[in-house]
């Protein structure tokens, strides 16, 4: 019985710490430093912006309310409104 | 109060303090720029000279553009844009502090920081209202041939369900030795109303006041005031796209006691060819044939180029590169017809273009244009016809925020140039534009 006991332990000990070996492999690398990604501090670009609003607004009613859905094609619209403003011509 | 009393009402406080701060301080941050240098190889950019053997210059120009938002909420945000430009590398270094577009030569180290958005925008949803206020980009409601610029304000915009309705005042300029005496305003009420989901329409009146304000390098002070009558719309009629306004301008100048009485229309159409998109614009603006402000559009010049002529106004949609305002100008930002004022002449502008998607990431395009003035006020030119523009333009999509770009253009000039015997213009640019 005590040996079962000791099995079953050490069998969920193995399994819960699974998740912490596979992010420790993964966190081996920082990304940050590496390629300029993931990072803590990072912010969208204007364009990844674009996209991530696009992409929502797609879903539609299936997830958005109405009213949802107008506030993230007001944010659409602003964004592009303002990458508009930053290639304006002119002196 | 024992301390042991107070603990649970100083770790309540904390915690009290702590949410609101948490809440006060979560701001969003959204940066954002644009960084373009280009190469141009030309006998009328830099100088914008018309005339007979101008040499070849070739040049480099940078800019770059950078824009920080802060946002306490969706409802409320700072929007700040500035701008350093080199109007071409090698022109000074140690430069300053009046180092605008200066700094491109081997040291650098010059102030050429411009500022050119500064405002708030407020949105108080209850109410269904918008607020901008302070230095802020704006554009009018007809292609951007009477204004489009940035200027200290306040903008309120009410919307409905299938419509807008803006008022706002703007000061321009105010250059008298009293605050708010000699001041250039501009008043404005805009409403646009969607009929349907392919058609809009829109009416729009300006009014400009300008008091005796003073131009740097002009000894005739600017003494008129302008009312701006236009309405405008947009449609699609299957593939067809179509859009255009009429506007009208009366009022006075008042130190010449000129009534003005001019006019203005503008047609576009695009639709689809092939692959491609085909599109085309015909603008004609009102002019004077004794130079005066008769029936000449008034466009706003800025007070420090007031004595070129340079209207604070642009209109961009015919695609030209030297005959009318190029797209890719910056601070070296020259075309035969600049505004459509025209040194009071007006114009008459046609144009057909074709953008074509030669592969996923490169775009081809190519522009046809001609201009002549409205009226010539100088009399001695041979003909109204100031030219006709041929140009292509070639950009290739590096990845979404990286193009590259080539763009050559050429006029013919009309002989409205006669008497000049002058060389025809052209222009090449090689260009680089990263966007983040």
Known sequence: MKKIAITLMAGLFLIASLPVMAETTKAEKDECLLLSKNCATEVDSLQKKVKKLQTEIKKGTRVYTADELKTLENKLKEVNDYLNSLNKPGR | ?436
């Open chain 2, 1 to 436: 109060m024992k301390l042991r009393r107070k603990l649970p009402a100083v770790a309540a406080a904390v915690v009290l303090t702590a949410v609101g701060a948490t809440s006060a301080m979560a701001v969003e941050h959204q940066f954002g720029g644009a960084f373009t240098t280009f190469w141009d190889l030309s006998n009328y950019n830099p100088s914008g000279d018309i005339k007979k053997d101008v040499p070849t210059s070739n040049y480099f120009e940078q800019r770059v553009r950078l824009g920080y938002t802060g946002k306490a909420s969706n409802d409320l945000k700072l929007v700040t844009m500035f701008e350093f430009d080199y109007s071409f590398w090698g022109n000074s270094s140690y430069d300053g502090p009046i180092g605008r577009g200066q700094g491109g030569a081997i040291g650098a180290d010059t102030g050429n920081l411009e500022t050119k958005s500064l405002y708030l925008d407020w949105n108080i949803p209850s109410q269904k209202l918008n607020a901008k206020i302070g230095m802020q980009p704006f554009d009018d409601a007809f292609k951007g041939i009477f204004v489009g610029a940035d200027m200290a304000g306040i903008l309120l915009t009410h919307s409905y369900t299938n419509a807008t309705a803006s008022a706002g005042f703007f000061r321009w300029n105010d250059t008298g030795a009293t605050a708010g005496k000699n001041t250039r305003d501009m008043f404005v009420l805009d409403g646009k109303y969607n009929v349907n989901d392919k058609t809009q329409i829109g009416a729009a009146y300006y009014f400009v006041n300008s008091d005796n304000i003073s131009m740097i390098n002009v000894t005739t002070p600017e003494d008129v005031t302008v009312h701006m009558l236009g309405v405008n719309g947009a449609t699609k009629v299957g593939d067809l796209s179509v859009d255009g306004f009429l506007a009208y301008q009366f009022g006075e100048d008042n130190f010449t006691n000129v009534d003005r009485s001019a006019f203005a229309g503008n047609v576009g159409v695009s639709m689809p060819l092939g692959k491609g998109t085909c599109r085309s614009e015909f603008l004609y603006v009102s002019g004077d044939k004794d130079d005066s402000s008769k029936h000449s559009f008034y466009t706003p010049y800025s007070q420090k180029f007031a004595q070129y002529k340079l209207a604070e106004s642009g209109f961009y949609n015919n695609e030209m590169v030297i005959l009318g305002r190029d797209k890719n100008a910056m601070t070296n930002d020259n075309s035969i017809v600049y505004d459509v004022n025209n040194k009071n002449q007006g114009v008459i502008f046609g144009s057909l273009g074709y953008d074509y998607p030669l592969t996923s990431s490169l775009t081809g395009s190519v522009n046809a244009g001609f201009a002549a003035v409205a009226e010539d006020n100088s009399g001695n030119h041979k003909s109204d016809y100031l030219g006709t523009e041929g140009n292509l333009e070639l950009v290739y999509k590096f990845n979404e925020n990286l193009k590259l770009s080539a763009r050559a253009a050429y006029v013919a000039l009309g002989d409205y140039y006669d008497a000049l015997d002058a060389d025809d213009p052209y222009d090449v640019k090689l260009i680089v534009k990263y966007n983040f």
